[in-house]
């Protein structure tokens, strides 16, 4: 089973970017499609992006599409999500998520195709 911690959260004014990171322990992140999601305060958790199991595919929503980039590094068991031009409505905590597939190629957009979640990290974008 896995287990994932968010890093690198924090507070930044509108323009300008961060990079948030997701660690795995307990197992080889090989083996799942890893996603982000983010929650703004009294909304729901809503998808931000994906990344199949070779890092061949991704998808975003619409929303941060040209502004994030997913990658993924299997060797250190790490996923990150760069964000840049950031702004006001971009703040949320910000979830990685982990889903066991045997296809390399696949990609998931539903939260609720995500078995592992981490704690999530805190984004804020002032204006």
């Known amino acids: 089973q896995v287990q994932l911690v968010e890093s690198g959260g924090g507070l930044v004014q509108a323009g300008g970017s961060l990079t948030l990171s997701c660690q795995a322990s307990?197992?080889?992140?090989?083996?799942?499609?890893m996603a982000w999601f983010r929650q703004a305060p009294e909304k729901e958790r809503e998808f931000v992006g994906t990344?199949?199991?070779?890092?061949?595919?991704?998808y975003y929503a619409d929303s941060v599409k040209g502004r994030f980039t997913i990658s993924r590094d299997n060797a250190k068991n790490t996923v990150n999500l760069q964000m840049i031009s950031l702004k006001p409505e971009d703040t949320a905590v910000y979830y990685c998520?982990?889903?066991?597939?045997?296809?390399?190629?696949?990609?998931?957009?539903?939260?609720?195709?995500?078995?592992?979640w981490g704690r999530g990290t805190q984004v804020a974008v002032s204006s």
């Open positions: 307990g197992d080889t992140l090989r083996t799942y499609v």
């Open positions: 998520a982990a889903m066991p597939s045997l296809d390399p190629t696949s990609t998931a957009i539903s939260s609720r195709a995500y078995d592992y």
């Open positions: 990344i199949s199991r070779n890092g061949d595919n991704l």
